[in-house]
């Protein structure tokens, strides 16, 4: 069984082994050309958290990992936050337009027919405002509140447990609308762009599983670590 992702490993054969790590390094603004370096050394050399970039590869990666959460460093957690926003900002300006891009090559082909056309756009507009008022209220209510804390202030009447409890599941309907393109959309429409719409959207679906796990499984604990010790270290690690 393959071990976890460590800093010692050389950061060009993490990537081999694991191309979806592409897209955390470009979010984190890790730059490319990264020779013989460790993973350590590139995120130090591109001022980013090591700690950060490996426990996020790692949730991504293997489901039964836990972070070390002591001795956790204020920019580390910022680092985090910066990122969960960064992933909200390209799902919700570069993925779903394009998606959307595909519905609407599909719903005005020629021949399409008004009622799929209908059920398809509603269907997607409903979506997007779904995905736009959760990415709202972590944007809003849940990062302003890590970053309270960060900055020694805690705001009453919240808690990360709290969003944990509430926090909705965002890829249900995404297969919905899988279902909708795959099942029940009739043939005759533009086969090209149907397949390339379901091809974007099985991608998004696990971008999407991902970043919950992201929230979940490495924010939460992290600021729930936070809360309980009232402190950051700021030397350590
Ligand atoms: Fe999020
Ligand atoms: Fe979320």
């Known amino acids: 069984m393959r071990e976890f992702y460590s800093g010692s490993e050389k950061m060009a054969s993490l990537v081999n082994g694991s191309y979806k790590t592409i897209k955390i390094l470009s979010r984190l603004g890790i730059k490319p050309g990264f020779g013989e370096n460790s993973v350590s ?24 990992y836990k972070p070390n959460v002591e001795g956790v460093k204020n920019k580390e957690v910022s680092d985090l936050v910066r990122y969960l926003r960064l992933s ?21 082909s020629e021949g399409a027919n008004p009622k799929h056309s209908d059920i398809l756009k509603h269907f997607f507009e409903e979506y997007r405002e779904e995905l736009e008022s959760h990415f709202n209220y972590e944007e809003k209510t849940v990062f ?18 709290k969003f944990e409890e509430n926090h909705t599941n965002i890829e249900a309907k995404l297969s919905d609308l899988k279902n909708i393109l795959l099942k029940y959309l009739p043939a005759g429409y533009p086969s090209d762009v149907v397949y390339e719409v379901l091809a974007k959207l099985y991608i998004l679906e696990e971008e999407f ?28 690690r």
């Not at 950060?52 to 489901?63: A, G, R, T």
């Not at 302003?144 to 009453?156: A, D, F, N």
Request: negative net charge.
């Open 88 to 108: 909200h900002n390209e799902f919700i300006n570069k993925d779903i337009p394009s998606v959307e891009f595909c519905i609407s090559k599909i719903t005005s």
């Open 144 to 161: 302003p509140y890590v970053t309270g804390i960060l900055s020694g202030v805690r705001k009453e009447g919240f808690s990360i447990e």
């Open 41 to 64: 050394e590139v995120c130090q050399s591109n001022a980013v958290s090591p700690y950060i970039f490996l426990s996020i590869c790692n949730v991504s990666d293997f489901h039964d």
């Open 209 to 236: 599983e991902n970043h919950a796990h992201i929230e979940d499984r490495l924010l939460v604990p992290l600021v729930a670590h936070l809360e309980k010790t009232g402190e950051i270290i700021k030397n350590g």
